[in-house]
Protein backbone atom coordinates (compact mmCIF):
# COMPACT_ATOMS: atom_id res chain seq x y z
CA UNK A 1 0.00 0.00 0.00
CA UNK A 2 1.27 3.48 -1.03
CA UNK A 3 1.60 6.14 1.64
CA UNK A 4 0.76 8.77 -0.71
CA UNK A 5 -1.80 6.98 -2.82
CA UNK A 6 -4.59 9.48 -3.91
CA UNK A 7 -4.13 11.70 -1.56
CA UNK A 8 -5.81 10.17 1.75
CA UNK A 9 -4.76 10.85 5.01
CA UNK A 10 -2.65 8.13 6.83
CA UNK A 11 -3.40 7.77 10.66
CA UNK A 12 -3.82 10.33 12.94
CA UNK A 13 -2.12 11.01 15.75
CA UNK A 14 -4.81 9.30 18.63
CA UNK A 15 -4.42 6.16 15.66
CA UNK A 16 -0.84 5.78 15.76
CA UNK A 17 0.87 3.37 17.56
CA UNK A 18 4.51 3.78 19.31
CA UNK A 19 6.44 2.34 15.97
CA UNK A 20 10.09 2.12 17.76
CA UNK A 21 10.86 1.15 20.71
CA UNK A 22 13.40 3.19 22.76
CA UNK A 23 16.83 1.06 22.80
CA UNK A 24 15.56 -1.85 20.56
CA UNK A 25 17.42 -2.29 16.92
CA UNK A 26 15.25 -1.06 14.89
CA UNK A 27 15.47 2.59 17.17
CA UNK A 28 19.04 2.45 16.98
CA UNK A 29 19.28 1.80 13.41
CA UNK A 30 17.12 5.14 13.19
CA UNK A 31 19.30 6.78 15.37
CA UNK A 32 22.36 5.48 13.03
CA UNK A 33 20.69 6.43 10.32
CA UNK A 34 20.02 10.25 11.61
CA UNK A 35 23.72 11.03 12.61
CA UNK A 36 24.90 9.73 10.00
CA UNK A 37 22.95 11.92 7.90
CA UNK A 38 24.02 14.60 9.87
CA UNK A 39 27.62 14.21 9.91
CA UNK A 40 27.52 13.93 6.16
CA UNK A 41 25.51 16.83 5.83
CA UNK A 42 27.86 19.27 8.25
CA UNK A 43 31.18 17.90 6.05
CA UNK A 44 29.59 18.98 2.86
CA UNK A 45 28.09 21.85 4.03
CA UNK A 46 31.10 23.22 5.40
CA UNK A 47 32.29 23.44 1.66
CA UNK A 48 29.68 24.69 -0.07
CA UNK A 49 28.94 27.40 2.10
CA UNK A 50 31.68 29.29 1.34
CA UNK A 51 30.35 29.52 -2.44
CA UNK A 52 26.41 29.61 -2.38
CA UNK A 53 24.13 31.87 0.51
CA UNK A 54 20.42 30.47 1.39
CA UNK A 55 19.21 33.20 -1.05
CA UNK A 56 21.44 32.14 -3.62
CA UNK A 57 19.99 28.42 -3.55
CA UNK A 58 17.44 26.83 -5.80
CA UNK A 59 14.32 25.46 -3.84
CA UNK A 60 14.45 21.41 -4.09
CA UNK A 61 10.86 19.67 -3.21
CA UNK A 62 11.09 16.44 -2.23
CA UNK A 63 8.45 13.44 -2.20
CA UNK A 64 8.52 10.79 0.76
CA UNK A 65 7.01 7.23 -0.89
CA UNK A 66 8.54 5.31 -3.17
CA UNK A 67 10.51 8.27 -3.58
CA UNK A 68 12.86 8.57 -0.27
CA UNK A 69 11.22 5.42 0.69
CA UNK A 70 8.70 2.94 1.04
CA UNK A 71 6.19 2.50 3.42
CA UNK A 72 4.22 -0.81 3.28
CA UNK A 73 2.00 -2.96 5.88
CA UNK A 74 3.40 -6.28 4.49
CA UNK A 75 6.47 -8.25 5.25
CA UNK A 76 9.47 -7.48 2.37
CA UNK A 77 12.01 -10.13 2.50
CA UNK A 78 14.63 -8.26 4.97
CA UNK A 79 13.76 -6.26 8.00
CA UNK A 80 12.57 -2.72 7.89
CA UNK A 81 14.45 0.26 9.33
CA UNK A 82 11.22 1.28 11.15
CA UNK A 83 7.71 1.68 11.56
CA UNK A 84 5.05 4.71 11.66
CA UNK A 85 2.05 3.44 12.88
CA UNK A 86 0.61 -0.06 11.05
CA UNK A 87 3.65 1.14 8.13
CA UNK A 88 7.17 -0.67 8.00
CA UNK A 89 9.45 2.07 6.30
CA UNK A 90 12.05 0.40 3.98
CA UNK A 91 14.77 3.36 3.24
CA UNK A 92 16.13 4.03 -0.11
CA UNK A 93 20.15 2.85 -0.63
CA UNK A 94 22.33 5.49 0.06
CA UNK A 95 19.87 8.41 1.12
CA UNK A 96 22.27 9.38 3.81
CA UNK A 97 24.52 10.61 1.43
CA UNK A 98 22.09 12.14 -0.92
CA UNK A 99 20.66 14.06 1.78
CA UNK A 100 23.97 15.48 2.44
CA UNK A 101 24.43 16.30 -1.22
CA UNK A 102 21.03 17.90 -1.83
CA UNK A 103 21.16 20.15 1.92
CA UNK A 104 24.30 21.13 1.13
CA UNK A 105 23.14 22.54 -2.02
CA UNK A 106 20.07 23.90 -2.35
CA UNK A 107 17.11 24.94 -0.27
CA UNK A 108 15.12 21.74 0.39
CA UNK A 109 11.26 21.25 1.69
CA UNK A 110 9.37 17.61 1.30
CA UNK A 111 5.75 17.76 -0.22
CA UNK A 112 3.82 14.56 -0.06
CA UNK A 113 0.56 13.25 -0.81
CA UNK A 114 0.09 11.78 2.17
CA UNK A 115 -1.03 12.11 5.64
CA UNK A 116 0.02 15.23 8.35
CA UNK A 117 0.69 13.30 10.88
CA UNK A 118 2.55 10.48 9.02
CA UNK A 119 4.79 12.84 6.88
CA UNK A 120 5.88 14.68 9.99
CA UNK A 121 7.09 11.30 11.81
CA UNK A 122 9.00 10.16 8.46
CA UNK A 123 10.89 13.64 8.00
CA UNK A 124 11.75 13.58 11.96
CA UNK A 125 13.18 9.91 11.14
CA UNK A 126 15.55 11.01 8.33
CA UNK A 127 16.23 14.90 7.81
CA UNK A 128 18.61 16.60 10.88
CA UNK A 129 16.30 18.57 12.52
CA UNK A 130 16.13 22.59 11.16
CA UNK A 131 17.16 21.38 7.65
CA UNK A 132 13.67 21.75 5.70
CA UNK A 133 11.96 25.27 4.22
CA UNK A 134 9.11 23.45 5.32
CA UNK A 135 7.09 19.80 5.55
CA UNK A 136 3.65 19.80 3.46
CA UNK A 137 0.96 16.85 3.34
CA UNK A 138 -2.47 16.21 1.24
CA UNK A 139 -3.55 19.14 2.98
CA UNK A 140 -1.44 21.54 0.45
CA UNK A 141 -2.37 19.23 -2.52
CA UNK A 142 -5.30 20.03 -4.79
CA UNK A 143 -8.02 17.88 -6.12
CA UNK A 144 -8.64 18.06 -10.22
CA UNK A 145 -10.87 16.35 -12.21
CA UNK A 146 -9.95 15.06 -15.72
CA UNK A 147 -12.82 15.42 -17.93
CA UNK A 148 -11.89 12.72 -20.70
CA UNK A 149 -11.87 10.10 -18.14
CA UNK A 150 -14.24 12.06 -15.46
CA UNK A 151 -11.33 10.66 -12.89
CA UNK A 152 -10.23 13.06 -9.64
CA UNK A 153 -6.13 12.90 -9.22
CA UNK A 154 -4.37 14.74 -6.76
CA UNK A 155 -1.92 17.90 -7.64
CA UNK A 156 0.97 19.42 -6.19
CA UNK A 157 0.67 22.88 -7.80
CA UNK A 158 3.47 25.30 -7.51
CA UNK A 159 2.26 28.17 -8.21
CA UNK A 160 1.74 27.60 -3.90
CA UNK A 161 4.98 28.08 -3.82
CA UNK A 162 5.61 30.86 -5.97
CA UNK A 163 3.01 33.04 -3.86
CA UNK A 164 5.55 32.35 -0.62
CA UNK A 165 8.43 34.12 -2.82
CA UNK A 166 9.47 30.90 -4.35
CA UNK A 167 10.44 31.56 -7.82
CA UNK A 168 9.19 28.81 -10.44
CA UNK A 169 12.50 29.14 -12.43
CA UNK A 170 14.22 28.17 -9.49
CA UNK A 171 12.32 25.39 -7.99
CA UNK A 172 12.81 21.67 -8.66
CA UNK A 173 10.74 19.06 -7.92
CA UNK A 174 11.68 15.25 -7.41
CA UNK A 175 8.91 12.45 -7.25
CA UNK A 176 8.17 9.49 -9.14
CA UNK A 177 4.90 10.26 -9.91
CA UNK A 178 4.74 12.85 -13.15
CA UNK A 179 1.10 12.91 -12.90
CA UNK A 180 1.54 14.97 -9.28
CA UNK A 181 2.78 17.73 -11.02
CA UNK A 182 0.89 17.60 -14.28
CA UNK A 183 1.00 21.74 -14.29
CA UNK A 184 4.72 21.97 -13.56
CA UNK A 185 6.62 19.49 -15.86
CA UNK A 186 9.29 21.76 -16.54
CA UNK A 187 10.25 21.98 -12.94
CA UNK A 188 10.10 18.06 -12.93
CA UNK A 189 12.66 15.45 -12.06
CA UNK A 190 10.90 11.57 -12.20
CA UNK A 191 12.69 8.50 -10.62
CA UNK A 192 11.95 5.36 -10.51
CA UNK A 193 9.32 3.79 -7.86
CA UNK A 194 10.99 2.56 -5.02
CA UNK A 195 9.55 -0.65 -3.45
CA UNK A 196 12.04 -1.54 -1.25
CA UNK A 197 14.93 -2.98 -3.19
CA UNK A 198 17.99 -3.13 -1.55
CA UNK A 199 19.91 -3.02 -4.82
CA UNK A 200 18.41 0.25 -5.69
CA UNK A 201 21.45 2.65 -7.18
CA UNK A 202 19.10 5.67 -7.79
CA UNK A 203 19.95 8.31 -5.50
CA UNK A 204 23.62 8.48 -6.38
CA UNK A 205 22.34 9.15 -10.18
CA UNK A 206 19.86 11.84 -8.92
CA UNK A 207 22.46 13.78 -6.19
CA UNK A 208 25.16 13.82 -9.19
CA UNK A 209 22.31 15.16 -12.05
CA UNK A 210 20.97 17.50 -9.43
CA UNK A 211 24.40 19.15 -8.89
CA UNK A 212 24.08 19.80 -12.42
CA UNK A 213 21.53 21.60 -12.30
CA UNK A 214 22.69 24.41 -8.97
CA UNK A 215 24.01 26.98 -11.45
CA UNK A 216 21.32 26.82 -14.45
CA UNK A 217 19.29 30.26 -14.83
CA UNK A 218 15.94 28.20 -14.99
CA UNK A 219 15.45 24.70 -14.65
CA UNK A 220 12.34 24.96 -16.42
CA UNK A 221 14.36 25.23 -19.81
CA UNK A 222 16.30 22.09 -19.24
CA UNK A 223 15.07 18.90 -21.01
CA UNK A 224 14.82 16.44 -17.59
CA UNK A 225 13.41 13.34 -19.23
CA UNK A 226 16.39 11.71 -19.95
CA UNK A 227 18.19 12.97 -17.33
CA UNK A 228 20.15 9.18 -16.18
CA UNK A 229 21.75 9.04 -19.73
CA UNK A 230 23.01 13.11 -19.19
CA UNK A 231 24.80 11.84 -15.92
CA UNK A 232 25.72 8.79 -17.88
CA UNK A 233 27.42 11.09 -20.72
CA UNK A 234 28.78 13.50 -18.27
CA UNK A 235 30.62 10.45 -16.54
CA UNK A 236 32.15 8.95 -19.89
CA UNK A 237 34.08 12.07 -20.62
CA UNK A 238 37.20 13.01 -20.38
CA UNK A 239 38.33 15.16 -17.99
CA UNK A 240 39.72 18.44 -19.67
CA UNK A 241 43.81 18.83 -20.18
CA UNK A 242 45.52 21.51 -18.71
Same mark, same amino acid.
Given at each position: ????????? +???????????? #?????????????????? &????????????????? !????? +????????????????? /???????????????????????????? !? %???????????? #????????????????????????????????????? $????????? &??????????????????? &?? $?????????????? #??????? #????? +??? %?? $????? /?? !? $?????????????????
Amino acid at each position: MRGDTGGSE +LPTPAHLTPGVR #AGSPVRQCASALERATVE &YALLAVSFFDTHMTSKT !RKLLV +LDLDETLIHATENTLDH /EEDFRVGPYRVHLRPHLPEFLASVLAQF !R %VGVWTASGESYA #AQVVERIFPGGTLEFVWSSKRCTTTRNWTTGEYQTIK $NLQKLKSRG &YSLESIIAVDDTPAKYARS &YG $NLVTVREFVGDRSD #AELPLLA #AYLTH +LVD %VP $NVRSV /EK !R $NWREHVQRLANTPAPKD
